[in-house]
């Protein structure tokens, strides 16, 4: 799986996920991950990619040309005709386990990471196929973001993950948050793993498991738990 990422700091792109889970995918060829930097298509001696709104306001906007230039560029060197183009920005639509999912179907993603106060309206029209945020809060850039979304979709990559299944009983499926986990020793300060654990029958742990990711959601999230109640009435 290939992403894509148009950024003005294609440093910090590659420094964040050269680690852990997605650095090894990306050892095994499993992910690629190419940041290209927008500045490298900017049109003036200075490699400047931001000015003025028109109609005036506070702070600067990056201008549609080199993104545009760079989108282009990007989409003669690679195979898919019509890749997702996802604006990170906290005016998408939040991001969420079942759009990883969705999207992890993809061959190629394009994440274009805005700055100062936006992107010039123009190039969005021309390319952008998703808007997309992490959360109703306002970061200084679309990298952070654009690496929750690469971490998230790359787990669910084939051969990502160590055990393949791992992704398919995380939080959030079934809009269930995950069972309690517990692992050596048997009895940490007096707190003893629950007997259904150690008792070796599978289909009463996993009724166990079941329950208590039912009882978790609806305590630290109700509003997945109603979501969940809803499909099970649907």
């Not at 995918?25 to 003036?44: F, P």
């Not at 306001?57 to 890749?83: F, S, W």
């Not at 959030?172 to 020793?185: H, I, N």
Request: proline fraction near 5%.
């Amino acid at each position: 799986m290939n992403f894509h990422v148009l950024t003005l700091f294609p440093e910090m792109i590659e420094g964040g996920l050269n680690a852990s889970i997605t650095g090894r995918a990306m050892e095994k060829e499993l992910v690629n991950v190419n940041a290209v930097n927008i500045r490298d298509y900017a049109m003036n001696k200075h490699k400047r990619v931001d000015d003025y709104p028109y109609g005036g306001g506070a702070g600067m906007v990056m201008q549609a040309e080199p993104i545009y230039l760079a989108y282009e560029d990007l989409m003669r060197k690679i195979n898919t005709k019509n890749p997702r183009v996802v604006y990170l920005t906290p005016q998408g639509q939040t991001f969420h386990q079942n759009m990883a999912q969705d999207f992890a179907k993809e061959n190629d993603i394009i994440l274009l990471c805005g700055h100062y106060e936006g992107v010039d309206e123009r190039v969005l029209e021309m390319i952008v196929t998703d808007y997309v945020s992490i959360g109703d809060y306002v970061l200084t850039g679309g990298e952070l973001p654009a690496m929750v979304m690469i971490d998230a979709i790359s787990r669910l990559v084939p051969g990502v993950l160590h055990n393949d299944t791992s992704a398919e009983f995380e939080s959030f499926q079934e809009d269930l948050l995950e069972y309690p986990q517990y692992t050596r020793p048997e009895v940490f300060m007096d707190k003893k793993v629950p007997d259904v654990l150690l008792s070796g029958h599978h289909a009463n742990i996993e009724a166990w498991r079941k329950e208590q990711s039912v009882l978790r959601t609806k305590e630290r999230r109700p509003d997945l738990y109603e979501r969940y109640i809803h499909q099970k009435i649907t």
